[in-house]
Each structure stands twice: as structure tokens, then as C-alpha cells.
């Protein structure tokens, strides 16, 4: 079975297999930067997403511009036409350098790494920022450095899908599905119960990226700076009323396009405003700080110069300030000679003590000692009888 199938099918496996543990061995080391990661484990192939990756052998796109042909699988028929790199291949400016198989959504995809000669493209409006709010109630309040407040609303993509959802989990459910603990082989109607249920979570899926990819296109082929917040997202999913909604908007994801369309299309600037950043608490007339703004509250008032509007549009105007706090040193939307606001009460960058770091505070204050201490005495004592 070994010459059955391409060498890329292994080699990829080992690859992957490889990049795991040098990650894994240069963040134990504190070689690699961010979260520290742990030991490679074994991937299941009844979970892991099948994907193979061709590097060699002969990889091209047909003429035709609707088939290409891979190693070992031969020629096939694309979904989508391929007129696009082939024009590119064949005026000399791109390269095919590998191609990676994968199956995702019900769907086999070939994705082309080419080496691509492409010319910077010219955003509208180069000389204007952008402040970036995202949210639940609205996906996105957009506020440029002219006053100009944009509302991108959300389209609730999985609630929209959620009753033929639970429709098709109601059909399974009904449905003799696969037991590993028996080792029961799953029915053929749930089999077919099973595909339709994932014919709905992949079309939320596909629908919801294509709206985030036009979204984040139209934001940076217009700005010539953009601003976002660096959210926690990870840690808003553990909020289980909001946990769907946040999940279904992609925050992150809007996060990453950002990123690299405005660094490789059109070469412009992107800030990440700290997430320590007050953006919703700082008023965008004066600059007052407020102690407190709770979820609820949709409308920011402020006390000390007596605004008043609503706070995703008040967020969004403070981060569009910040493009110009880069250059100023100032980041209130309003007056540039705002006077600053001392730190407010609340939430801080202060690390909370550990379990164990009060423990042994407390050993100390009762006047116990530690293990390291009796260690120091027991060997001060030793010197001493010496």
C-alpha cells in the first residue's frame, strides 16, 4: 500500500510531526515567543482535518483554466475557475511553488502557494483613520478621523440557521448513530441525517466568511490607517450568554484579515490599541475617564462636559483618535489640548496573587518559615557548630 499513494502523503504527516516538536522544544527553552505549549499528542484521523500538502511531482493549472492536474491524483475538474492564476503563470509574473489538498466543510480544496509579482494597490482614502468598535448588538461601528460614523449591522448568521438546526440534530438524535464502547456501525439513514445536519453548519460557516472577507476588503482598499482593539476573545467565550453571539460575529477572524490585507495589499498602517485601552470609559469630547461603564448601558453620558451618545460610536471615535495620539501624543477624539484624567478605578494591569503566593505570605507574616528559609538555617547552624 506504501506505492499506492504519493510520497507527499507521508512526508507531510512527517513534516508536521517535525515543525510540532521543534515548536515544543524551542518554547520549553523560552526560545519561542507567546503561549507556552506543550508536547505534541497524537492526532486522530477521525477528527483532524485531512489535508495533504504536494511539493514536487507535476502541479499546474490546465489551459482550460477549469481543470489542474496533481501528482499521483491526475488531472481534475475545479469548482471554481482557475482563470486567474493561469493568467498570472502565464505572463511570467507567478510562480506555483506547492499545493495542499485538504477536506473542509464537506468539500475537497486545492490551494495554490504561488510566488506572485504584484503591484501595491492604492487605497481611496489614503490621508484618513478609521476606529474600528466591534460588538454583538453591531458588528462593527466604524468612525473615521472626519466625524463620519459607519454602522455595519450584524447579520446572525447561526441564528438564522439555529430552528433548520435543530430540525436536522432532532432527526439524528432519532437516528442509530455509531457507539465505539460497542463498537455499533451507524445506520445508513443516520449517516444521511448526519450529512444534512452538516449541510447547515457549513453553510453558516461559508456564508459568515464571506461576509467577514467583503467586510474587511471594503475596510482596508478605503483607509489609509486602520485602528482595532486587541480583545480577549478567548476570554469573552467563557461568558455562556454571550458565548454564541460572540463566537457567530468572528472577532478574532476580522482581527486577522485585517492584518494582513492592510500589510500585503495595500501596504498601509494598522494599530492595535492595547486592551487595557478605555475606549468605551473615555469620553470623545473632553477626554474624562469614567470609573465605571457597565454592559448594559448603551448610552454614554458624560459628567464632566455633559456628552451624550451612544458608546459603540463613542468607542469607535476614541480609537480613530488614537491614529493621531501616533504622531501627537494625544488620544481623546475631541479637543487636542484635553487635559489627562489620573488612572480611574477599576479594572488594571495588576496580576492577582496566587493561591500559593498568599500561602506564603502568610507564612511569613505568622512567623512560619519556608522550606528554602529552614534550609538557610539549617546550614547557618552548620557553620556555626564549625
Known amino acids: 500500500?506504501?506505492?499506492?499513494?504519493?510520497?507527499?502523503?507521508?512526508?507531510?504527516?512527517?513534516?508536521?510531526?517535525s515543525v510540532a516538536f521543534d515548536n515544543y522544544a524551542k518554547s520549553k527553552s523560552g526560545e519561542r515567543r507567546g503561549k507556552r505549549l506543550g508536547a505534541p499528542r497524537f492526532k486522530s484521523k477521525r477528527k483532524a482535518r485531512l489535508a495533504c500538502r504536494f511539493t514536487t511531482g507535476t502541479i499546474r493549472v490546465d489551459v482550460d483554466g477549469r481543470h489542474v492536474t496533481l501528482p499521483r491524483l491526475g488531472t481534475i475538474r475545479s469548482h471554481e475557475p482557475t482563470a486567474g492564476l493561469l493568467t498570472r503563470v502565464q505572463a511570467g509574473t507567478a510562480r506555483i511553488l506547492s499545493v495542499t489538498v485538504r477536506h473542509e466543510r464537506g468539500r475537497w480544496f486545492a490551494s495554490f502557494q504561488a510566488e506572485v509579482k504584484r503591484d501595491v494597490?492604492?487605497?481611496?482614502r489614503p490621508d484618513v483613520a478609521v476606529g474600528i468598535d466591534l460588538g454583538v448588538k453591531s458588528l462593527a461601528v466604524m468612525a473615521d478621523s472626519t466625524g463620519e460614523i459607519r454602522t455595519v449591522p450584524n447579520p446572525w448568521h447561526y441564528d438564522g440557521a439555529l430552528k433548520l438546526l435543530r430540525r436536522a440534530c432532532r432527526t439524528v438524535s432519532r437516528r442509530q448513530g455509531p457507539d465505539r464502547r460497542t463498537g455499533r456501525k451507524p445506520s445508513?439513514?443516520?449517516?444521511?441525517a448526519n450529512a444534512a445536519r452538516n449541510k447547515v453548519h457549513h453553510r453558516v460557516a461559508n456564508i459568515r466568511q464571506d461576509a467577514l472577507h467583503k467586510l474587511t476588503t471594503a475596510v482596508t482598499a478605503e483607509y489609509g490607517t486602520v485602528v482595532v482593539e486587541d480583545l480577549n476573545v478567548a476570554g469573552m467565550l467563557r461568558n455562556r450568554r454571550l458565548a454564541r453571539q460572540i463566537a457567530d460575529a468572528g472577532f478574532g477572524e476580522i482581527r486577522r484579515q485585517l492584518g494582513y490585507k492592510t500589510h500585503q495589499r495595500h501596504a498601509t498602517r494598522i494599530i492595535v490599541a492595547d486592551r487595557w485601552y478605555p475606549s468605551s470609559k473615555t469620553c470623545s469630547g473632553c477626554g474624562a475617564v469614567k470609573a465605571k461603564l457597565p454592559l448594559h448601558i448603551r448610552t454614554y453620558a458624560c459628567d464632566a462636559c455633559g456628552l451624550v451618545l451612544d458608546r459603540d460610536d463613542n468607542a469607535a471615535l476614541n480609537l480613530a483618535a488614537l491614529a493621531r495620539a501616533c504622531t501627537t501624543g494625544t488620544?481623546?477624539?475631541?479637543d487636542q489640548d484635553a487635559v489627562k484624567v489620573s488612572?480611574?478605578?477599576g479594572a488594571d494591569q495588576k496580576t492577582r496573587a496566587t493561591r500559593r503566593s498568599r500561602k506564603a505570605t502568610a507564612g511569613r507574616a505568622g512567623g512560619a518559615t519556608l522550606p528554602h528559609q529552614r534550609q538557610t538555617q539549617a546550614r547557618d547552624r552548620t557553620h556555626a557548630e564549625a
Not at 188 to 192: A, I, L, Q, T, Y
Open 343 to 345: 488612572k480611574p478605578r
Open 188 to 192: 445508513k439513514r443516520w449517516e444521511k
Open 121 to 124: 494597490e492604492r487605497v481611496t
Open 331 to 334: 488620544g481623546v477624539a475631541g
Open 1 to 17: 500500500w506504501w506505492e499506492e499513494n504519493s510520497k507527499e502523503a507521508y512526508n507531510t504527516g512527517l513534516a508536521n510531526a
